[in-house]
């Protein structure tokens, strides 16, 4: 059952609600574990609480999780979560995923873009968020994500925050 709802954006959101949203996201590489063998239960812990605290803390803009071709950078299947605030919000179910697709000769790859707010942090402000996060990126090309289709419709929010999700598949 989906269902969506509007609140203020005046509410306080906390890390409870910050990992509720990364639950949701956690159940939906859970799938990916299930259906494609990647990523490992370990690093699905660490996504979901990098996302916690980014959502919390207004330092999340998308974060994507796929398989991409390491030869062209471009994905062949990809979620992408984007941080929403107030406005309509919608909590779904984790899961609804497009057909299995053939991923045999990609790999897992994860990208992340921080927010507007993170960048107007000093930079020993943003080393000191980066720190506390259970998960240590280096700094890389977006993969692309040309050919193919998407849908979007889903997400998950709490308390007037939350992620919107895009599932992409290649042609």
């Known amino acids: 059952m989906t269902g969506s709802y509007s609140r203020s954006a005046s509410g306080s959101f906390t ?3 910050a990992r509720y949203v990364g639950g949701r996201v956690a159940a939906d590489l859970r799938l990916l574990y299930n259906l494609y063998g990647e990523p490992s239960h370990e690093r699905i812990e660490k996504f979901a609480e990098e996302v916690a605290l980014l959502l919390r803390d207004g330092y ?18 990809r979620l992408r979560y984007k941080a929403t605030a107030g406005g309509q919000l919608v909590d779904s179910r984790p899961g609804s ?75």
């Open 15 to 17: 890390i409870t609600d």
């Open 60 to 77: 999340l803009d998308t974060v994507d999780y796929g398989f991409r071709d390491t030869a062209t950078n471009a994905w062949k299947f």
């Open 97 to 171: 995923f497009p057909d299995p697709v053939d991923l045999t000769g990609y790999t897992f790859h994860s990208f992340l873009n921080y927010s507007s707010a993170f960048w107007l942090l000093t930079s020993s402000q943003q080393t000191g968020v980066k720190e506390i996060l259970p998960i240590s990126r280096t700094t890389g090309t977006a993969p692309s994500a040309v050919a193919g289709t998407s849908t979007t419709g889903h997400g998950y929010a709490r308390n007037g925050t939350g992620v919107s999700r895009d599932v992409y598949v290649a042609f």
